[in-house]
Each structure stands twice: as structure tokens, then as C-alpha cells.
């Protein structure tokens, strides 16, 4: 039985094509189809010819992951897979694009990407998996909806605290940490300083979550406002930002309200039962797992799956203070790195690592750093374990883990053969870094040698 291989590079409306053998030769050179139905009729037609010429072949075809255009590609190759000898794969465009480079090709065209697809399938066969079933499709596909609408909900309210800088600055401080929906609805009435300050306290009451003294205050500082925008279009530009953010957060609420059929999901529940990471954030976590914890063997190969893990270069005379890595996908560290910020304002083990770190001397942003990997860590634990997560358990943990003393050693294990030598050939650099370690390791002799000394008893 030959095996041929068919790489298929998709671009918006259109897709190259390429088959070779198993020794890399050309069978059927580029060619290029519309993603219409009689492109979609010409690709059977021609892979129809391929195996009436070849009827014990076998065709391995793959498509890069495009951000969902090559879905319908995808589906089409699937289809005929149910009638001739056609396993289909989608691939990682990283990885392709190494192999790219790795070729040295100096181009980059449709038809060198299609050929670069096709080879890749040859020389990385182990990593390929061939016909899967995606049974968190649909999953995929509202979160990703999800995300794209708070991004835009973030967008906006940008815009809306610029324009309320200029139309009524004392309202700037009540967004500080949120925008509250009692805030929307006065600015949805109220654009401007001038109209708020005409109003009374009896129709500020009338909106949910303003009581009479916060009506009161509201309308004393519009009528000492120092607003400079006051114009027609500025009250309608205001009108119109906050009826679109009404309309996200419906669409934003229905989501959520469908996701909630994935909260039975057994995976979901123990993500989720971790402190400040919501069902939504379960959901990503999840689906940035590939829907399966066995990929990895230890919590450390997760935290550098998902880039979270800290770094140190340490090589020559250069050196750097240890930094999250931030390799691979940055979706699942901005998930992590808002269920951090929601645990930080509570009391929980993430405020407790933060405070931590904190006092360590860490930066504020470091100390974040290591309430993310240590949010990855949990989640690998408790998936691994299939248990729901339990603080007693990893206040367990933590004492268990902290560091033991150990005895002093005077050497380093990569000095073994040969003491470090002041007159070599090193920079100024290394020669203070040498002078340093000895005058160190001078001391810390010293003081050992004075803890182990028995005690003389004087009479």
C-alpha cells in the first residue's frame, strides 16, 4: 500500500493545493480552487482521478489552522474521507513555519506554503493526529464569541471616560474599579454636566442604586463641574456609547447563560472550584488544555505550555533577574491573569501568596507573576488528582515545600576539575563576580567552623 501526502494552504475565498509521495516527489503539482461549491466539485474530481489511478493508496491531507477559513476545507476533505482512503489533519501554523525556516526557502508564496504543509506531514509524522473528533466545538466557538465581546465592552468604556473626562469630570472617580450600571443609566440621561445639574433629587432616585444622598452629591458637583463639553453632539456621542454597551452586556449575559450547560462538564466544575476563577474562565482554561490534562506530564510542563513559568539567563557575564517566560498561547495567561486581580481583592491563598511576594521585595507585577503560575499549578493538581480544590490541602502543600537548610558547600560542582583562577583571561565583569564568590565562601567557612566548635565550659 503507497502513501501520498496532499497539502492544502487556505487563504480567505480560495486554497492552494499540492500531492506528493512518501519520497517527497510531485505528483500532482499546484493547483489552486475557489472555497465555492464547484471548487469544492473540481477537489473530487481530482482526487476521483487520483485513486482510479492509485486504487491502493492511501491519502494523508492537511490543513493549517487559519482562524476558522479553512474549516469548510477541512469538512469537505473529511466528507470524501467517507468514500475513498482520506485521513485529514489540521495543523499548527507554528509549526509549519518552522519547518519553513528550518528549509532555508527564501520565499514565502502559496504555493511554497502548500508544498512546506505536505513535507511537514512526511518528516513529522509521530506529531500528527490524524481525523480527530472535536467534541468541544461548539465550546470554542462561545467563548471565543465571549471574548470578542468584552474586548469591545472594554473598547467602549475607553471611549465613554474620555468623553465623561470632558462632559463631566466629578463622574470620573465612580469608574475607578468598575463601571457600576447605575452610572450608565445616569450618563444615558444625563450626558452632560449641565443637564445633570437641572436635575432633581426625586428623578435621580428613580434610578436603581441612587439613593438620595449620592443624588444629592451627584448633582452639587455638576453644578460645580468644570466640564468644558457641553455641545449636542458630545450628549449624543455619550447616548449612543452607552446604548451599545446595554446591548453588549444582553449579549454578554445570553452567553454566559448558554455556557452554563458546560458547568455539569466534570473538568469545568474542579477548574472552577478553584477561588476567583469563574465558569467562564474555567471554560478558556479548558479549552486552552485541549480538553485534556494527560498531555502533560507535571504541573511544570503546563506552566510552560501556557508561558507562565519564570526564566533565567545566567550565561557569560550577562545575567537577568528571573521573569515569567510568557511562551506559547497568551490567551490562557490573560485569563489567569484576571482570576489573579479578582483573588487579589478577596481573602484567599491567592491574596495571601500575593501579600507574600510582596514583602519578599517583588514588584507588584512579579508578585502577579507568581500568583499566575502558581494558579497553574493548582489547576494541574487538582485535574490530575480529580479532586476539587481544598485550601487545606494546599496550605499542605506549602509548608511541606518550603525550603530545607542544607549544609555549605565551599565548591561548586562545575569547579570540580579546576579552581577558579584570578589571573585568567575574564572580563572585569567575571573577575568581580570571582572576587565576590571567594570572599563569600570565606565567610561562610568561617562561621561554620565556629557553629561546629564545642563549647568550653570555664570554671
Known amino acids: 500500500m503507497s502513501t501520498f501526502y496532499l497539502g492544502c494552504d487556505v487563504s480567505k475565498g ?7 509521495d512518501h519520497k517527497k516527489n510531485i505528483v500532482e503539482s499546484n493547483f489552486q480552487l475557489d472555497d465555492t461549491d464547484a471548487g469544492h466539485n473540481k477537489l473530487e474530481q481530482i482526487l476521483r482521478s487520483f485513486f482510479e489511478k492509485n486504487p491502493q493508496a492511501t491519502l494523508y491531507a492537511a490543513v493549517e489552522s487559519t482562524g476558522g477559513y479553512e474549516n469548510n476545507w477541512f469538512q469537505a476533505l473529511k466528507m470524501l474521507g467517507v468514500r475513498f482512503a ?62 470578542m465581546l ?23 472617580k465612580y469608574r475607578k474599579d468598575n463601571t457600576p450600571q447605575w452610572l450608565l443609566r445616569l450618563l444615558n440621561q444625563y450626558p452632560v454636566a449641565e443637564n445633570l445639574a437641572k436635575a432633581s433629587i426625586e ?64 473538568e469545568i466544575s474542579l477548574i472552577s472550584s478553584i477561588d476567583s476563577i469563574g465558569l467562564m474562565s474555567a471554560i478558556g482554561l479548558f479549552i486552552e488544555l485541549n480538553g485534556d490534562i494527560r498531555l502533560f506530564d507535571n504541573a511544570k510542563k503546563l506552566s510552560s505550555f501556557w508561558g507562565t513559568h519564570p526564566i533565567l539567563k545566567d550565561s557569560g557575564d550577562g545575567s537577568m533577574v528571573p ?26 491563598f491567592i491574596s495571601d501568596t500575593y501579600k507574600r511576594e510582596l514583602k519578599k521585595g517583588k514588584c507588584k507585577m512579579s508578585a502577579i507573576g507568581v500568583c499566575m503560575n502558581k494558579l497553574a499549578r493548582i489547576i494541574f493538581g487538582v485535574l490530575k488528582n480529580d479532586t476539587p480544590f481544598d485550601p487545606e490541602i494546599n496550605r499542605r502543600h506549602q509548608l511541606r515545600s518550603r525550603p530545607k537548610t542544607s549544609s555549605f558547600k565551599t565548591k561548586s560542582d562545575k569547579r570540580r576539575f579546576q579552581q577558579e583562577d584570578q589571573n585568567a583571561p575574564i572580563s572585569r565583569r567575571q573577575s568581580k563576580k570571582r572576587k565576590e564568590r571567594e570572599q563569600s565562601q570565606s565567610e561562610q567557612v568561617t562561621i561554620s567552623e565556629i557553629k561546629s566548635s564545642p563549647l568550653v565550659e570555664h570554671s
Open 14 to 20: 480560495y486554497a492552494d493545493f499540492v500531492l506528493i
Open 86 to 147: 482520506i485521513k485529514v489533519a489540521r495543523l499548527n501554523p507554528v509549526g509549519v513555519n518552522h519547518h519553513k525556516r528550518a528549509g532555508l526557502k527564501r520565499n514565502s508564496t502559496d504555493k511554497i506554503s502548500a508544498l512546506a504543509i505536505a513535507e511537514y506531514q512526511i518528516n513529522h509524522a509521530d506529531v500528527i493526529h490524524y481525523d480527530e473528533q472535536d467534541p468541544y466545538k461548539s465550546m470554542k466557538r462561545l467563548f471565543t464569541a465571549y471574548r
Open 150 to 172: 468584552r474586548k469591545i465592552r472594554t473598547q467602549l468604556l475607553n471611549q465613554l471616560e474620555s468623553l465623561i473626562y470632558t462632559a463631566n469630570p466629578e463622574l470620573v
Open 203 to 266: 428623578e435621580l432616585d428613580c434610578i436603581p442604586h441612587i439613593d438620595s444622598d449620592r443624588a444629592r452629591a451627584l448633582i452639587e458637583g455638576a453644578q460645580s463641574s468644570v466640564a468644558s463639553a457641553t455641545d449636542q453632539p458630545t450628549q449624543v456621542l455619550i447616548k449612543v456609547v452607552t446604548n451599545q454597551i446595554f446591548e453588549l452586556d444582553k449579549s454578554i449575559n445570553a452567553l454566559i447563560k448558554q455556557a452554563n450547560e458546560y458547568a455539569d462538564v466534570h
Open 323 to 348: 521573569k515569567m517566560s510568557k511562551n506559547g498561547r497568551s490567551k490562557p495567561r490573560s485569563i489567569l491573569y484576571m482570576a489573579v486581580l479578582n483573588g487579589i481583592r478577596c481573602d484567599g
